[in-house]
């Protein structure tokens, strides 16, 4: 994230993640190019070959064990950033209940210290979708929900186009420092024409 930006934090453990992270969402001139920032961020987390070579050699061949595997990678290894986790059963693509395809968080750390939907939005909800979409071959569909702070991890399961996706049709919290001024709707929350999708091509 550091390299994204260009410079470090003044702030020290977890408070200069949310600190770097309100930076990234606020220096591209559009949500897209925050988002593909981020997708970036997260390809250079793992060996360059892995999300590729994880495509070819698990994704495509054996999807629902796939989505098992991340899930339960997803809620082992990420309770430092987004607090107390656990695997689910959910909906996925057909109508289908994928068993262990679900992580619960159940209270979102990184969205309650944000306090800011723009931030999930483009810092986490989409380019995260799109670089298990893109990057790992599976479908990926993330549900915060901006009442209770906790977001629901759907691995199979496509996400809608944003038009009918609740996320990005929220007012962004009465807390967020970075909300404009007078503006209902918070300003970093871009809605493509109806019917795109709020992926990113590769």
């Given at each position: 994230?550091?390299?994204?930006?260009?410079?470090?934090?003044?702030?020290?453990?977890?408070?200069?993640?949310?600190?770097?992270?309100?930076?990234?969402?606020?220096?591209?001139?559009?949500?897209?190019?925050?988002?593909?920032?981020?997708?970036k961020?997260?390809?250079?987390?793992?060996?360059?070959?892995?999300?590729?070579?994880?495509?070819?050699?698990?994704?495509?061949?054996?999807?629902?064990?796939?989505?098992?595997?991340?899930?339960?990678?997803?809620?082992?290894?990420?309770?430092?950033?987004?607090?107390?986790?656990?695997?689910?059963?959910?909906?996925?693509?057909?109508?289908?209940?994928?068993?262990?395809?679900?992580?619960?968080?159940?209270?979102?750390?990184?969205?309650?210290?944000?306090?800011?939907?723009?931030?999930?939005?483009?810092?986490?909800?989409?380019?995260t979708?799109?670089f298990?979409?893109?990057?790992?071959?599976?479908?990926?569909?993330?549900?915060?929900?901006?009442?209770?702070?906790?977001?629901?991890?759907?691995?199979?399961?496509?996400?809608?186009?944003?038009d009918?996706?609740?996320?990005?049709?929220?007012?962004?919290?009465?807390?967020?420092?970075?909300?404009?001024?007078?503006?209902?709707?918070?300003?970093?929350?871009?809605?493509?024409?109806?019917?795109?999708?709020?992926?990113?091509?590769?």
């Amino acid at each position: 994230m550091v390299d994204a930006l260009g410079s470090d934090s003044q702030l020290s453990g977890y408070d200069a993640i949310i600190d770097l992270t309100r930076k990234l969402n606020s220096k591209f001139r559009t949500a897209a190019e925050t988002q593909e920032a981020t997708r970036k961020i997260l390809n250079a987390l793992f060996p360059s070959w892995l999300p590729g070579a994880f495509k070819v050699m698990f994704s495509k061949p054996l999807p629902e064990f796939s989505c098992r595997l991340n899930a339960l990678a997803t809620a082992l290894t990420c309770q430092w950033l987004m607090g107390p986790c656990k695997v689910n059963d959910v909906e996925i693509d057909g109508g289908k209940v994928g068993t262990g395809h679900g992580v619960l968080v159940e209270r979102c750390r990184y969205l309650e210290q944000a306090g800011c939907a723009s931030v999930c939005i483009n810092s986490c909800k989409v380019p995260t979708q799109t670089f298990f979409e893109k990057d790992m071959g599976l479908p990926l569909t993330m549900t915060p929900n901006y009442d209770d702070f906790s977001c629901q991890f759907s691995f199979g399961k496509t996400p809608d186009p944003v038009d009918r996706d609740p996320a990005f049709a929220t007012p962004c919290f009465m807390q967020c420092p970075s909300k404009r001024a007078r503006t209902p709707a918070c300003g970093g929350i871009e809605l493509p024409p109806s019917g795109v999708g709020a992926t990113i091509s590769p």
